[in-house]
């Protein structure tokens, strides 16, 4: 048996959705003649607070159309130092956004003071380009899936606002963020002026991420999707099992009981050492055991159990709805018995 705790993304589309993607209604997307596409766009919207929406193939691609319509050309990007939109997205911010950044240190709260993020920001003058966006991630993948609190987003925000400038929230896991702080995602996104959210992840879909704002922003954002590359035709395909996903939010609170799980048992093994997890997502510290991260992963793929190196000891587990109670046990007695061979 293996249990694949590599990614809430690994996960399998269930046969509602595939179903949803047989029947579902089509048109040119491009000529935004889908109706699913349309429907897509119009629901994860309304479900954010947000005047109007955009599907797009990827979260990378959801944050980079968003970070490219919000900036100018040599402007400076406001982020944490382990970003994903700066860490695992491939430079895109110098590739396609020609766009210099500012890193700032969040710390373990995944989120800067309002006096960090006024210190970050550079204003305009004849010398320098200025600031352009400020990026929040919630829930913080790198920072082991902390979920932010709306009042500690609204500070930040208030913050950047403050200075004219514009903020972007990173929620490829924002609705883990709102099970865990038991609140609405709309709430947390109230005074961002962007938010991108997978669909691909928890939600369970098999593509595809959403992009939400303002109407007058989407106009634009569109543009970028499409000069991205990003313009897709009978998308309805795809956007059918996505607006399945937008209605799987209430799954989440068991990968959250389950990942809990995975934190307490593994914590229990010597050498391994856990935090108590906000979410989905148990980041393990495994120098004890003497391995790094690369060959602790290779030591428990042995025994079945998929997850992923994070740092140089630091190994993360994501729970996803494929993983049930029984593989939780299954991978955490396999663990256990991996370490005790050595
Ligand atoms: C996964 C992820 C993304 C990117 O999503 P893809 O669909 O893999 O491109 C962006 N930000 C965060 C925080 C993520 O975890």
């Known amino acids: 048996m293996v249990v694949d705790l590599r990614s809430d993304t690994v996960t399998k589309p269930s046969e509602a959705m595939r179903e949803a993607a047989k029947n579902a209604d089509v048109g040119d997307d491009v000529y935004r003649d889908d109706p699913s596409v349309n429907e897509l766009e119009r629901r994860a919207a309304e479900i954010l607070g947000k005047e109007a929406g955009l599907f797009v193939p990827s979260g990378t691609m959801g944050n980079q159309v968003a970070i490219r319509t919000h900036t100018d050309r040599g402007q400076e990007l406001l982020a944490d130092e382990h970003a994903h939109v700066l860490k695992w997205e491939l430079g895109a911010v110098a590739q396609l956004s020609s766009l210099q950044t500012r890193l700032l240190d969040f710390g373990e709260s995944a989120v800067p003071t309002p006096e960090q993020v006024r210190e970050g920001i550079v204003e305009e003058s004849l010398h320098e380009a200025g600031t352009g966006l ?8 790198y920072r082991g899936g902390v979920a932010i609190s709306k009042a500690e987003i609204d500070a930040a925000a208030e913050a950047a606002h403050d200075h004219g400038v514009p903020v972007h929230l990173d929620g490829a896991r924002l609705f883990n963020a709102a099970e865990s702080l038991d609140t609405d ?19 369970g879909a098999p593509v595809g991420s959403m992009l939400v704002g303002e109407q007058e922003f989407i106009d634009r954002a569109r543009r970028t999707r499409k000069l991205f590359g990003g313009g897709m035709r009978q998308a309805g395909m795809i956007a059918a099992p996505g607006l399945l ?19 307490e048992g593994l914590g229990e093994i010597d050498g391994i050492e856990t935090a108590e997890p906000d979410t989905n997502i148990v980041v393990a510290d495994v120098a004890g055991t003497g391995l790094n991260a690369e060959a602790f992963v290779g030591e428990i793929e042995q025994h079945g159990v998929l997850a992923v190196a994070f740092g140089e000891t630091t190994v993360r587990f994501t729970t996803n709805w494929d993983v049930t109670d029984g593989d939780v046990e299954g991978a955490i007695d396999s663990v256990r018995t991996a370490m005790a061979e050595r």
């Open 245 to 263: 996903a937008l209605e799987n939010r209430g799954h989440l609170a068991a990968d959250h009981r389950r990942a809990e799980r995975i934190a």
């Open 134 to 141: 400020f990026c929040l991630e919630n829930t913080h993948n």
């Open 185 to 203: 995602a709309a709430e947390l996104a109230e005074n961002v002026d962007s938010v991108m959210f997978c669909l691909s992840k928890g939600l």
